[in-house]
Nanobody, 125 residues
Framework: QVQVVESGGGLVQPGGSLRLSCAAPGFTLDYYAISWFRQAPGREHEGVACISSSDSSTYYTDSVKGRFAVVRDKEKNAVYLHMNSLKPEDTAIYYC??????????????????WGKGTQVTVSS
């Protein structure tokens, strides 16, 4: 399993924006589907979005459609999760994962055995 590092979280007011970053030192992220998950206190990991390795097609869970966008930065070997119009219910620890599968992506938490530290996102006034 590729070791990834998440960053960019913080405290933001409702309606605000954040950009999360996913990096994997020593690995070229272009070759991997990248999925974003989040975990709120007392809840399971929830698949939020992903970008495929083959054609960079994307998937978003219904609750973030139109507000979140996942993009690749090939020059920086990173994947970003742009989060706009944030709501208090978006508060969670956010994680990324790298998956070598090809074809359309789908963020499935059961695919992964271990999780990194994640990055905390808190949406509050």
């Amino acid at each position: 399993q590729v070791q990834v590092v998440e960053s960019g979280g913080g405290l933001v007011q409702p309606g605000g924006s954040l950009r999360l970053s996913c990096a994997a030192p020593g690995f070229t992220l272009d070759y991997y589907a990248i999925s974003w998950f989040r975990q709120a206190p007392g809840r399971e990991h929830e698949g939020v979005a992903c970008i495929s390795s083959s054609d960079s097609s994307t998937y978003y869970t219904d609750s973030v459609k139109g507000r979140f966008a996942v993009v690749r930065d090939k020059e920086k070997n990173a994947v970003y999760l742009h989060m706009n119009s944030l709501k208090p219910e978006d508060t969670a620890i956010y994680y990324c994962q790298a998956d070598p599968s090809t074809g359309p992506c789908l963020p499935l938490a059961d695919t992964f055995r271990s999780w990194g530290k994640g990055t905390q996102v808190t949406v509050s006034s």
